[in-house]
Nanobody, 116 residues
């Protein structure tokens, strides 16, 4: 069982930036980020495979968010720039054991609030 711990959430004004981190207790096939806003379903944000060969983003964050990883530290980052109020959500780190649609491991979530 891989444990995931997120950090870096907070309150920021629209147009600002935040950097989220997710530390994994072990190696996974891929690590990604999801978010869930109040009253909405959880949605995909970004993912990167451990090799870096596959990186993908939701259309809503392309050009503003960047996912990266430090394999030596088993850590993945989400750099969020040009933040909008609609980015407000709890952000979750998630990990995959192998390729596919299923995410096997989840963090506890970190709150991101963007004020207008």
């Amino acid at each position: 069982q891989v444990q995931l711990v997120e950090s870096g959430g907070g309150l920021v004004q629209a147009g600002g930036s935040l950097r989220l981190s997710c530390a994994a207790s072990g190696r996974t096939f891929a690590l990604g980020w999801f978010r869930q806003a109040p009253g909405k379903e959880r949605e995909f944000v970004a993912v990167t495979t451990w090799s870096g060969q596959i990186i993908d983003y939701a259309d809503s964050v392309k050009g503003r968010f960047t996912i990266s990883r430090d394999n030596a530290k088993n850590t993945v980052f989400l750099q969020m720039n040009s933040l909008k109020p609609e980015d407000t959500a709890v952000y979750y780190c998630a990990g995959q054991k192998s390729a596919g649609l299923r995410y096997d491991y989840w963090g506890q979530g970190t709150q991101v609030t963007v004020s207008s």
